[in-house]
């Protein structure tokens, strides 16, 4: 299955360094000045990671886990999705052993794994969020998103470590013409649901840039990554 990804990732008005991170095949985005345009054949991981705030090196658990999926082989299915993100928290915990100045860093992921023959996988830990917009039918949130009452996320990669992460994984077909929005919660926190799908609708291409700058018009109180994949016709040629 190829895809456009169209994708960009920016820092809050008020952080002095981004802490979210956005993998497109193998490269990880830190930062971007404007919407990034890319075509990914599968297999590829595309992904959304969201450093804690309010938690030690943020910015560093984004980095480190995005790093890891951008150089691993793409999972067949939802054991090996989950098992692959459980390799992604050891790595961290992994860190921070290694520098206990950055313990309890943390970071959120959801995930889409494209693979060949129209299959996919969809994964989650944390409040990050992938969402499917097919023709004719509505935006579905696809992951489960693991939040408690007010802000506080059940689980992530990292952080304490004082329980074993649990993601979420879901084998999905895919098929051509269909969009996929991937997104921290500086967006869906910022930007009601209608208004992000009427904005997928009008003009998938330019989606990304229109919803930042609802973003901005609301102050961009966090850091927002927010990545549309367009599916294609076709397999990628090896």
Known sequence: MQAHVHACTTR???????????VVGDAVLASTADVEHREVGGPAIIAVLDGLGGHPAG???SEVAGQMLAS?????????TSQLLQRADIMLQDAMRDRPERFGMGT???????GANGHGTVANVGDSTVFRLADGGHLDQLTVTDRAAGSTIRQCLGATGDYVVEPHAFRIELSPGELYLLATDGLTDVVPLPDIEAALRRDPAHAVEVLHAAVDEAGRPDDVTIV???????????
Do not use: I
């Open 228 to 238: 549309v994949v367009e599916t294609l016709d076709g397999d990628a040629q090896t």
């Open 59 to 61: 910015d560093v658990a």
């Open 12 to 22: 809050s008005a008020t952080h002095d360094r981004n802490q979210d991170r956005a």
């Open 72 to 80: 691993a082989d793409v999972p067949g299915g939802e054991d090996g």
């Open 108 to 114: 959120t992921v959801a995930m889409l794994a494209l």
